[in-house]
C-alpha cells in the first residue's frame, strides 16, 4: 500500500492541527535529461516512516508541530499550469500562517512558490542549493523550463546560489559573481558558506535541487554532476541559515527514484525532515 502522507502512521495529522504541510507535486514536463522526477514525491512519502522522529542533532521533535501532507497537485505538461497550482496553494497556506514544503517534480514546481512567498514577505532573498545555476531566460522554448527556475527567482527577490559547478556561456551575463557560491570553491574554502549566508536577508526562502550533492551520494537525480559536497556539509550550512534567518518555506526537487537503489529517497526525505527540525528547534 503506497503511503500518502510524509511519515506515515507515526505522523499522522489533521490539516487543522498542522503548522506544516507537505505539497507534492509530480510534475516533470520540462525535464531535458534524465526523466522520472514525476515519481519523486511518492518515493520520498514511501520513504519517510522509516525515519526517526526525535532529531538528535537538535534534540527535538518537529513533527509535534503538525505535519499534513496534501493530495498530489497533479496537472497538465503546461508548466504555466503547474506554476499557477502550486501558486494557489502556497498562497492559502501562508494566508493560513502554515509553513509549506513543496516536494518535486522537477526544478520547474518551485516557481510558483517563489511567487507566492514574495507576494506575502518583504526583505525575501531565495536561496538556491544546486549543481547547476539555471539562469538561461528561456530554454527550449518555454521560460518555465526547469533550467530557467533561477532566472524566474531573480524576477522574485535577490538570490544566493551554492554549489553551483555547471554552467552554460549563454547564462553569463545574467550570473552575478558576487551572489554565486561554487562547489570548487567551496570544497577549497569553506568559510565561504559563511560569506554566503552573510548574504541573506530577515526572510528566505530555500529551494533544494538535490543535485547539489555529489552523485556518489546522491545519484538519483535527473541531471547528476560530479564534484558537489556532501550530506553533513550542505546540513551544517543549512543549520546556521535557519539558525540565523526568518526561513518562510522550503521545496527539495529533482528525486528521480530508482527501483534498486532507495538510499536516495530516504536521504529526501532525511533533508527534508533535517530541516524542519532545524526550523523548529527554538
Request: charged share 25%.
Amino acid at each position: 500500500m503506497s503511503v500518502t502522507n510524509f511519515g506515515g502512521e507515526e505522523v499522522v495529522c489533521r490539516y487543522d492541527e498542522s503548522e506544516i504541510i507537505i505539497i507534492p507535486v509530480p510534475y516533470d514536463a520540462t525535464s531535458t535529461y534524465i526523466k522520472g522526477a514525476d515519481r519523486g514525491p511518492a518515493a520520498i512519502l514511501e520513504a519517510s516512516p522509516a525515519l526517526e522522529f526525535y532529531d538528535i542533532e537538535t534534540r527535538t521533535e518537529a513533527y509535534r508541530k503538525g505535519i499534513f501532507t496534501l493530495p498530489p497537485l497533479v496537472t497538465g505538461p503546461d508548466p504555466e499550469e503547474v506554476t499557477e497550482a502550486v501558486f494557489g496553494t502556497v498562497s492559502r497556506l501562508l494566508a493560513e500562517k502554515r509553513f509549506p514544503v513543496v516536494i518535486g517534480g522537477n526544478h520547474t514546481v518551485s516557481v510558483g512558490a517563489f511567487r507566492a512567498v514574495a507576494a506575502v514577505f518583504q526583505n525575501l532573498t531565495i536561496l538556491q542549493l544546486d549543481a547547476h545555476s539555471d539562469l538561461r531566460p528561456v530554454y527550449e522554448g518555454s521560460p518555465l523550463n526547469h533550467a530557467c527556475v533561477m532566472s524566474r527567482a531573480k524576477e522574485c527577490a535577490p538570490v544566493v546560489q551554492v554549489g553551483i559547478r555547471s554552467m552554460a556561456h549563454e547564462e553569463l551575463p545574467y550570473a552575478d559573481s558576487s551572489r554565486i557560491f561554487y562547489a570548487h570553491e567551496l570544497w577549497a574554502d569553506r568559510s565561504l558558506y559563511a560569506r554566503a549566508a552573510d548574504l541573506l536577508t530577515e526572510n528566505v526562502y530555500i529551494t533544494v535541487d538535490l543535485d547539489v550533492f555529489d552523485p556518489s551520494v546522491m545519484p538519483s537525480t535527473g541531471t547528476p554532476e560530479p564534484g558537489g559536497p556532501d550530506y553533513r556539509e550542505v546540513m551544517a550550512f543549512l543549520r546556521e541559515v535557519f539558525r540565523r534567518f526568518n526561513v518562510v518555506g522550503f521545496d527539495v526537487v529533482e528525486l528521480c527514484p530508482s527501483e534498486t537503489n532507495k538510499a536516495p529517497d530516504f536521504m529526501a526525505a532525511k533533508i527534508i525532515y533535517q530541516m524542519l527540525s532545524y526550523k523548529y528547534s527554538d
